[in-house]
């Protein structure tokens, strides 16, 4: 197999230093400006390689082409630039430990976090491969700049190489996958392939095409707001009631801390205001679509059980659809997951096939028409200061693009 361990490096060094974490909170597209530092780089990257059509479109999503040797399906390679918004991301200090020994990794920027092979087996399986961690205060954003660094690197590989037969390839770097903002309506129709994978994977071998179906509910709560000296019998407190919500939803199930396989989940990702006003927000997750019917439902029980202990209260909760599981999509045309399986038996890895308990651009594409399943990077521990990948997991990640390619060309 041909080495892109230094060239992995070097990229995902590079890119992870770049802020592009992404903004709930904002209305704009992308959801913050930093995100175009990344992706404008890309787009130079790819232009000075030699990738055809170069453009970032209007809602700030790089395409570009590689063009084909042979006839055959036009494929789609995508990943996500941004990163995600739970944790700090500014300053990102990427290192990279260089055959890992085996034992505890420490961290200069805080002395008291350790990761450990005894906490996370996988790390134990990856004696030897060169790990690249941030420094403490951060995460890491491998998620997804690994599948960025995989992706091009590929691209790279592929131009300077016309010889390796391949039929048409699309490349897409898109902003805001981890607000759930990704995917364009109209890049479907932009991108123009038959299938596509996305590259935003964790373990060896994982193969995706099943994932959560995904809603986002906004609680508001409005109380009567009054000096407190003179409350009494008047004020009508929203911390309170928002409280009281959170509290009377399931506690000793239906959270993602309670939770794991394919059960699902309510949770309470955010609260903010007063006591005048107070603004919930809750992100809804289940496999199956009465599962997640359910759950919205639930939410609205109790908030209308809230809202009826306080009539001079006003109490809204509104849910809107995010993504749905990509599997009801694939289920009837298996082609790109079987060709990705074929892959990866070329290439002697062994296959893992699991639902993921999140979601991907690939599960939005997929409902949008175009079938996408997900790939692995390597990538562990993602959204904290803990998140590290192996690059050995992200050169084999980039042969399986590869071999993706070739297999197509067949």
């Not at 439902?297 to 908030?303: I, T």
Request: net charge negative.
């Amino acid at each position: 197999m041909t080495r892109f361990d230094a060239e992995l490096t070097d990229r995902l060094v590079r890119y992870c230093a770049i802020d592009t974490q992404s903004d709930m909170d904002s209305p704009t597209g992308p959801s913050t400006a930093c995100q175009h530092d990344l992706l404008d780089l890309l787009a130079r990257e790819l232009a000075d390689m030699g990738a055809t059509d170069v453009t970032k479109t209007d809602y700030a999503t790089v395409i570009a082409t590689i063009p084909g040797t042979v006839a055959g399906p036009t494929i789609g390679f995508l990943a996500h630039v941004d990163t995600a918004p739970q944790f700090n991301a500014a300053g990102v200090k990427p290192r990279v430990i260089r055959g890992y020994n085996g034992g505890v990794i420490t961290y200069p920027d805080d002395p008291d976090l350790v990761l450990s092979p005894d906490d996370f087996p996988y790390l134990a399986g990856k004696v030897g491969d060169d790990i690249v961690t941030a420094s403490g205060l951060t995460l890491l954003g491998a998620d997804d700049k690994a599948g960025v660094a995989i992706v091009m690197t590929a691209a790279r590989h592929l131009l300077e190489n016309p010889g390796i037969p391949r039929p048409t390839i699309r490349i897409a770097f898109t902003p805001d996958e981890e607000i759930g903002r990704g995917v364009d309506p109209r890049l479907p129709k932009d991108l123009g392939v038959d299938f596509a994978y996305t590259f935003d994977g964790g373990d060896l071998g994982e193969i995706t095409y099943e994932t959560f179906s995904a809603d986002f509910a906004t609680v508001t709560i409005t109380g009567v707001s009054i000096h407190p000296g003179w409350a009494k019998g008047k004020l009508v407190n929203a911390i309170h009631l928002a409280s009281k919500i959170v509290d009377t939803l399931p506690q000793a199930t239906q959270t993602p801390e309670t939770t794991e396989g394919r059960e699902g989940f309510i949770h309470a990702v955010d609260m903010k205001g007063s006591a005048d006003t107070m603004v919930v927000r809750f992100i809804l997750r289940d496999f199956e679509r009465d599962g997640l019917e359910a759950k919205g439902a639930l939410l609205r029980q109790v908030c209308d059980a809230i809202a009826a202990t306080e009539p001079r209260a006003r109490i809204t909760c509104d849910i809107t659809p995010q993504y749905r599981n990509m599997r009801y999509w694939l289920e009837n045309d298996m082609t790109p997951v079987d060709l990705a399986r074929r892959a990866l038996a070329d290439l002697g890895i062994a296959e893992l096939a699991t639902p993921i308990r999140g979601g991907t651009d690939g599960s939005r594409l997929t409902e949008l028409g175009v079938p996408c399943p997900n790939l692995f990077t390597g990538m562990q521990n993602v959204h904290g200061p803990l998140e590290w990948v192996s690059v050995r997991d992200m050169e084999q990640a980039t042969a399986l693009c590869l071999r993706i390619a070739e297999r197509a060309a067949d």
